[in-house]
C-alpha cells in the first residue's frame, strides 16, 4: 500500500504572479526612492554648501595684515551674524600661518585645502556631533591664513526627512496602484479559465460535445483541444463497446428463446422421472435470457447512448398501468401482493427506458420481498414539485451502507436471495443519469422494507 502524503495546497496563477512581481516593484520601490531623494536632496544640500562657503568668504574678508602681523577685525556683534543659523549650530575658527588660532574656536579643525582655490567642503565630527564645514586657504603676505567655517547638520537632516516623507507616500501608492492593476489584469487574463471550468463542472456526465473555446488565451486552446480530443477518444471507445455488448447480447437472445421453447416441449414429452431435469434447466435458460435482456438494455442506457431525440412527454402514471399485468403472474406465484397507485404525472423522457427502469425497480422488490408480503409502486409529484416514479416493499430493507454500493454493476448485498447478476439496480441508475434525475432509497417503515423514489425534473 502506497504512503498517503496530503496535497499541498496549489498556489494559484494571479497569487504566483503576485508573487513573482512583488520583490521586482519592491526593489523598484528602494531605487525609486533613493533617485528621487537625491534628486531632490541635493540641490538644497548644494545651496546650503553654497552658504557654508560664502560664510568663510565673508570671514576672510575680516582678515588683515597689520606690520607684521595678521589680524581678524570681528567684532562680536559680526560673529554673532556669522553664527546665528537658525536650530544648527555654527563653528568658526581662523588660523595664523603658523597654525595659531586667532579667532573663533580652538577645537575646530581645518579640512583639506588648496591655495587660490574655492572654500573647500568636508563632513568631520565636532563634540559628538556631525556638522559640515568649509576650509578657505587665504594667501597674504605673511604667509597663508587658514578660515574654517562649520555647522551641524539638523536642518539639512530635517529637509531631508521631509523630502523623504513627501515622496514616501506617492511611490508606496504608485506600487500598490500598479500591483492592484497586475492583480485585475491577471484577474480579467485567467476569467476565461475560470468559466472554462464552470462550463466542464456543469456538464453532464453524458455531454460528449467539444468544450467550447470562448475567448480562451492562446496559450490554454492547445489544452482545451487536446481535452476535446480526449473527449472523443474516449466516446469513440465507449461507443465501440456499446455496440459490441448490444450486438453480442442480440445475438444470444434469439438462440436462447428458440432453446428455452424446445425444452419446454421437451419436459413435456418425458417421463415424470426425468422431467425435473429439463425444467432445472429450462430454467436456467431462462435466467440466461434474463441476464442478456439486462446486458442488452445496460449497453442500450449508458452514457454513450443518444436519447435526446426519443424524448417524448411520458405520463409516468400511463406507464404504471401499462406495465402492471407484466408483473402479477410473477407476484402471484410468489403470494406476494402487488399493488399500483398511478397519480399523473408527465416528463420528458425516452419511454422505453422509464419502462426498463420500472421492470427492474419492480423485479429488485419482488426477488427481496418474503411470500406474504407486500410491494407497492406509485407515480405523482412530491411536495418539491417534482415527478417521481417510486416502489415500496416490506422486505428486509437496505443497510444505509450500501446505499450508494447497490447501484454498482455486478455488486449483490451479503445475504442475497436468489441468483441475481447485480445489474438491475446499475440499470436503473443509468437510466437515471440518461435523465438528469435523482435517486434515493428510505426506509419503508417501523415495519422494515425499503423506499425507492426517483425523482425527475419538471417539464419546462
Given at each position: 500500500m502506497k504512503p498517503y502524503w496530503p496535497e499541498r495546497p496549489r498556489q494559484t496563477l494571479r497569487r504566483r504572479l503576485l508573487v513573482f512581481l512583488l520583490a521586482p516593484l519592491a526593489a523598484l520601490l528602494v531605487i525609486s526612492l533613493a533617485a528621487d531623494y537625491h534628486i531632490a536632496f541635493d540641490p538644497a544640500n548644494e545651496a546650503y554648501d553654497h552658504?557654508?562657503?560664502?560664510?568663510?568668504?565673508?570671514?576672510?574678508?575680516?582678515?588683515?595684515?597689520?606690520?607684521?602681523?595678521?589680524?581678524?577685525?570681528?567684532?562680536?556683534?559680526?560673529?554673532?551674524?556669522?553664527?546665528?543659523?537658525?536650530?544648527?549650530?555654527?563653528?568658526?575658527?581662523?588660523?595664523?600661518?603658523?597654525?595659531?588660532?586667532?579667532?573663533?574656536?580652538?577645537?575646530?579643525?581645518?579640512?583639506?585645502?588648496?591655495?587660490?582655490?574655492?572654500?573647500?567642503?568636508?563632513?568631520?565630527?565636532?563634540?559628538?556631533?556631525?556638522?559640515?564645514?568649509?576650509?578657505?586657504?587665504?594667501?597674504?603676505?605673511?604667509?597663508?591664513?587658514?578660515?574654517?567655517?562649520?555647522?551641524?547638520?539638523?536642518?539639512?537632516?530635517?529637509?531631508?526627512?521631509?523630502?523623504?516623507?513627501?515622496?514616501?507616500?506617492?511611490?508606496?501608492?504608485?506600487?500598490?496602484?500598479?500591483?492592484?492593476?497586475?492583480?485585475?489584469?491577471?484577474?480579467?487574463?485567467?476569467?476565461?479559465?475560470?468559466?472554462?471550468?464552470?462550463?466542464?463542472?456543469?456538464?453532464?456526465?453524458?455531454d460528449v460535445s467539444p468544450l467550447p473555446k470562448g475567448d480562451v488565451p492562446g496559450e490554454i486552446e492547445p489544452l482545451v483541444n487536446a481535452m476535446s480530443t480526449l473527449i472523443d477518444d474516449l466516446q469513440a471507445a465507449a461507443m465501440a463497446q456499446q455496440s459490441f455488448l448490444a450486438n453480442a447480447a442480440h445475438q444470444l437472445k434469439t438462440p436462447l428463446a428458440a432453446l428455452q421453447t424446445q425444452l419446454e416441449l421437451t419436459a413435456a414429452e418425458l417421463p415424470r422421472e426425468y422431467r425435473h431435469r429439463v425444467v432445472n434447466l429450462r430454467d436456467a435458460t431462462q435466467r440466461l435470457s434474463h441476464l442478456v435482456h439486462q446486458f442488452l438494455a445496460l449497453a442500450r442506457s449508458g452514457p454513450e447512448a443518444d436519447i435526446a431525440h426519443e424524448r417524448r412527454p411520458v405520463d409516468l402514471a400511463h406507464l404504471l398501468q401499462e406495465n402492471a399485468s407484466v408483473w402479477y403472474d410473477r407476484a402471484l406465484a410468489r403470494d406476494i401482493d402487488l399493488g399500483f397507485e398511478p397519480e399523473s404525472a408527465v416528463i420528458d423522457g425516452a419511454e422505453w427506458l422509464l419502462r426498463e427502469l420500472l421492470a427492474n425497480l419492480i423485479d429488485n422488490a419482488l426477488k427481496y420481498t418474503s411470500p406474504g408480503g407486500q410491494v407497492t409502486a406509485r407515480s405523482g409529484t412530491g411536495?418539491?414539485?417534482?415527478?417521481?416514479?417510486?416502489?415500496?416493499?416490506?422486505?428486509?430493507?437496505?443497510?444505509?451502507?450500501?446505499?450508494?454500493?447497490?447501484?454498482?454493476?455486478?455488486?449483490?448485498?451479503?445475504?442475497?436471495?436468489?441468483?441475481?447478476?447485480?445489474?438491475?439496480?446499475?440499470?436503473?441508475?443509468?437510466?437515471?443519469?440518461?435523465?438528469?434525475?435523482?435517486?434515493?432509497?428510505?426506509?419503508?417503515?417501523?415495519?422494515?422494507?425499503?423506499?425507492?423514489?426517483?425523482?425527475?425534473?419538471?417539464?419546462?
Open positions: 552658504a557654508l562657503a560664502d560664510d568663510a568668504a565673508a570671514l576672510a574678508g575680516r582678515v588683515h595684515v597689520q606690520g607684521v602681523t595678521v589680524a581678524v577685525d570681528l567684532p562680536p556683534a559680526a560673529e554673532a551674524v556669522l553664527r546665528s543659523n537658525g536650530k544648527d549650530l555654527e563653528f568658526l575658527a581662523v588660523l595664523g600661518p603658523a597654525g595659531q588660532l586667532l579667532a573663533g574656536d580652538a577645537n575646530l579643525q581645518p579640512g583639506p585645502t588648496m591655495p587660490g582655490a574655492l572654500p573647500a567642503l568636508s563632513d568631520d565630527s565636532l563634540g559628538g556631533k556631525t556638522v559640515r564645514k568649509a576650509s578657505y586657504l587665504l594667501e597674504t603676505s605673511r604667509g597663508p591664513v587658514t578660515i574654517v567655517v562649520a555647522e551641524t547638520t539638523q536642518k539639512r537632516k530635517r529637509i531631508g526627512s521631509k523630502i523623504l516623507a513627501a515622496m514616501i507616500v506617492p511611490n508606496v501608492l504608485l506600487i500598490l496602484a500598479t500591483l492592484g492593476l497586475v492583480y485585475i489584469g491577471v484577474r480579467s487574463g485567467v476569467a476565461p479559465l475560470a468559466h472554462l471550468s464552470e462550463e466542464i463542472g456543469r456538464r453532464s456526465p453524458h411536495e418539491d414539485g417534482r415527478p417521481f416514479i417510486e416502489v415500496e416493499d416490506n422486505g428486509p430493507g437496505i443497510p444505509e451502507a450500501e446505499h450508494q454500493r447497490i447501484f454498482d454493476r455486478f455488486y449483490r448485498a451479503a445475504g442475497s436471495p436468489g441468483s441475481g447478476t447485480g445489474l438491475g439496480l446499475a440499470i436503473v441508475k443509468e437510466v437515471v443519469d440518461r435523465h438528469d434525475a435523482s435517486i434515493h432509497i428510505t426506509d419503508a417503515g417501523p415495519g422494515g422494507g425499503a423506499r425507492i423514489r426517483v425523482s425527475f425534473l419538471p417539464r419546462r
